[in-house]
Nanobody, 130 residues
């Protein structure tokens, strides 16, 4: 059974950094599209960044480019999200998601759609104060 467990959330001041982790179990992360999403109160869940684990190819949403970095450690079956220069608009619950893709999917905006993923973690809260 595929399980994703996020950790690393917390409260920081604007300009600070956090590193989120997503530990995967029940499968090996090769041949998976994996992504980070976030959801602020009263708003829809939105994609932040995704990666195809076999190639390391990534796709970022514009508003985090240069501030957030996705990485993976396949030996540990873990996905990371390094978040720098945080601002209050980054506040929300952050989720890790995964979907099996045996072939490399075309790099596209749909990598950041929640409906592209079958497996989800429970989320970790990030709060950025001004």
């Amino acid at each position: 059974q595929v399980q994703l467990v996020e950790s690393g959330g917390g409260s920081v001041q604007a300009g600070g950094s956090l590193r989120l982790s997503c530990a995967a179990s029940g499968y090996t992360v090769s041949s998976y599209l994996m992504g980070w999403f976030r959801q602020a109160p009263g708003k829809e869940r939105e994609g932040v960044v995704a990666i195809y684990t076999n190639s390391g190819v990534t796709y970022y949403v514009d508003f985090v480019k240069g501030r957030f970095t996705i990485s993976q450690d396949n030996a540990k079956n873990t996905l990371y999200l390094q978040m720098d220069s945080l601002n209050p608009e980054d506040t929300g619950m952050y989720y890790c998601a995964a979907d099996r893709r045996e072939e490399h999917p075309p790099v596209s905006w749909w990598w950041l759609l929640p409906t592209s993923y079958n497996y989800w973690g429970q989320g970790t809260q990030v709060t950025v104060s001004s």
